[in-house]
């Protein structure tokens, strides 16, 4: 598995993470190209949280190596590894309640701007353009002014995924984009990100539970099993892999 | 020292931390259990103690008396605890976190004016343990009953441990204290664990307060002060676990009783009143254990939680007609009205700032703080003491006095950005009861209980009429200021972070460096207020910086309302020309006070202006529905 790292946007090496002597991660490599989307899949427990929480800052590995466009960035703040270009979606929306869903992306704007310090002027005035544009591709323009404390759930997940396309990220990392949504909406909301992806040549990583989304949307998909990676490759690839189908389905190793 | 005195003091710090851990630990409980602050737990400690001394008087002083009063007491002050969270806690479980802490502090009121009511202003001095004498120890004589009080502690911690553990309430308790909603889904009666829990948790502070008579006096301000300590012993050891309060209350304890053994030290030619330091001391405890372990000794990271769990409704702008109309009013009252109006709306304009920054700081910004007083009272001492010790001219003090405040602000919002939620506002009260100490006790300088004198302003400004004018500016320049810098993108990045703190950090907001910067500015404004206000009074006491003065600006915005702007505003004034009637007519103005926010918290969850607003509403949309029909 893997493609050349040297081009890749993503490249993970030797990812360690243990909690109180269990490994939770072991020894994990991948890369993912721009405008490729890489679905990691694995049981319950088998580490896929963990593993996305290293990638963006949350939680320091215990070894090993993140390279985003080359540049390690093991140790960095959530907040820098945003800066340099990397969007996210969490498992459980987290959006600004109070805020209106055009505020809410024009607050990812303004930060990305550098314009969030200024104690006088009126916020909302600008991005407001650049904000629409960015609801349209998400199709939430018809509910820019409704604070997102009242959106339905797969309303939110959009919002989400506009916000974290404001800062024209090249690596889009995707945690269970699809959790607690209608079977029907899944399929959807995957599409919508993938096209997204795709046409901005955005690289995507995405966990996901949703077979049915994870077969349709990713190019690449790579297993996780009690924190060690056991197979990787294209959707064919993963799905007659022995060890995949053990694991998924319990048959004996 | 020697060797013996420090055997000494750490002996009379044990026994004091007996009571300590007491009362943090029902206030530990209780939290972990009904999430509600319980702020009248200090309270339930002062009737303990003033229980324990009636019920000696009358049982008299042998030592069966003497020990069944304690008990007694104890129970006593448990069956009160039922009764606040039957009669009122009970009620309002559903409404927001905030508006329980606000019937708290209610019940506050109403205890302090119960206790003055039946046992008096004065001190009362209870007798020494009958038939307990001393025992020498390193050629010293300590009261057997402090050795008993040592023992106790542990005895009680262990005591809550086999509770806690090896019971079937006590597996409720841990269970509802980790998820209270599960424990209800599966089936427990709440209403009865509450109140059970309440119990408990009363007779350890009523137990707490008891044991003491023989130690200190029953006074009126122990209820303030044993709930600050609680705080921060609850803070050090770490929120619900009830062995982190044990050894919080014993490190404290100990520190403090060093302190008041070590007396007055002279160091390289300078003197160093170290019995003085007893708070400062707490503070840097505290300040180093939240530095190095957040959560406390023996606490645990908590699931982020904020202390108003609904998610906040958008902000709305208040419209210009209401404030054109507003301000119109005010610059006709003092050629409208007379003297009493004037001098009442001054103290209502200093409040409103007072409120409309504290409104700011745990409304939009999400950071509750239960010590704004602190730069309220800051502001008003550095005003004060540029003016008299520094020599400025009046202008001069009244606009550098924010700057004072605001510097405090930058040293104490440094470490309350690192907390969040109860955690966050026990820790600004601390800071606040720090001040307060240090004002109080530095005689010297500050004037100590005296406070400072002949704060006047110049001459030109001395009249009622143009102070009045002065305050309407000054205040009025402030509120506006607050109301702008929310719809600032600085503000807006603050609600963003109230909301979300796990998003606004995925968006590269540095939370904590926007949290910081907006502690300063409400401090800094906060001070302004008490500079005006210091000044329109021309003394400065040390009340200004006191709980007692947060807790009003507390319930300043409860009353009005956290989720409007305008809410404050019509807190400040209802409060302060409330309080003042109230006053001019009964000594006992605390529990009417009490009684009406009682009564408005029971009627309106949502604040006066909130529930004013869920009332037109509910009308709007009963005559739009006639309309269809």
Known sequence: ?253 | MTFASIIIQLLNGLAAAASLFLVSAGLSLIFGVTRIVNFAHGSLYMLGLYGAYSLIQALGRTPMGFWTSVVLAALAVGLVGVLIEVLILRRIYKAPELFQLLATFAVVLVIKDIALFVWGAEDLVGPRAPGLSTVEILGRRIPTYDLLLIAIGPMVLLAMWLLLTRTRWGALVRAATQDREMVGALGVDQAKLFTSVFFVGAVLAGLGGALQIPREPANLELDLSVIADAFVVTVVGGLGSIGGAFLAAVLIGVAKAFCIGIGTVNWFGAEIVFSKLTLVVEFLIMAIVLVVRPFGLLGKPQAAQRIAADPAPPLTVPSWTFVLIGLALLLVVPIATDRYVTILLTDIFCFALFAVSLHFIMGPAGMVSFGHAAYFGLGAYAAGLLLKRAGLPMEMALVLAPLVAGAFAVVYGWFCVRLSGVYLAMLTLAFAQISWSIVFQWDSFTGGSNGVFGVWPSAWLAGKTTYYYLALAFCGAGIALLWRVLFSPFGYALRAGRDSALRAEAIGIDLRAYQWMAFVLVGALAGLAGAVYAFSKGSISPSTISIAQSTDGLIMVLLGGVETLTGPLAGAAIFTWLRDEVARRTEFWRAVMGLVILAIVLLFPQGLVGGLKALTQRWREARSWEKTV
């Open chain 1, 1 to 253: 598995m893997g493609k050349d790292g040297m081009s890749a946007v993503l490249q993970v090496e030797g990812l360690h993470k243990s909690f109180g002597g269990v490994q939770a991660v072991a020894d994990v490599s991948f890369a993912v190209d721009a405008g490729e989307l890489l679905a990691l899949i694995g049981p319950n427990g088998a580490g896929k949280s963990t593993c996305f929480n290293m990638l963006n800052g949350q939680l320091a590995p215990d070894d090993g190596i993140v390279r985003f466009e080359g540049r390690d960035i093991v140790g960095l703040k959530p907040r820098q590894i945003w800066r340099l270009g990397v969007g996210r979606t969490f498992q459980i929306t987290a959006t600004f309640a109070s805020l209106s869903v055009r505020e809410n992306v024009q607050m990812a704007l303004y930060s990305h701007a550098g314009r969030l310090r200024s104690l006088l002027g009126r916020f909302g005035r600008a991005f407001t353009a650049e904000a629409d544009a960015l609801l349209g591709q998400v199709g939430m323009l018809d509910q820019a002014e409704r604070p997102c404390g009242v959106l339905a759930y797969g309303d939110l997940k959009r919002v989400e995924l506009a916000m974290a396309l404001a800062n024209q990220p090249r690596l889009l990392l995707m945690d269970e984009p699809t959790a607690g949504m209608a079977p029907k909406e899944r399929v959807a909301l995957m599409e919508l990100a993938a096209r997204l992806a795709r046409a901005q040549k955005v690289a995507v990583l995405f966990t996901e539970h949703d077979m049915d989304v994870v077969f349709s949307q990713a190019d690449r998909i790579i297993v996780l099993d009690r924190g060690q990676l056991i197979a990787g490759g294209t959707p064919q690839e993963v799905r007659a892999n022995p060890n995949v189908q053990a694991v998924y389905l319990g048959s004996s190793h």
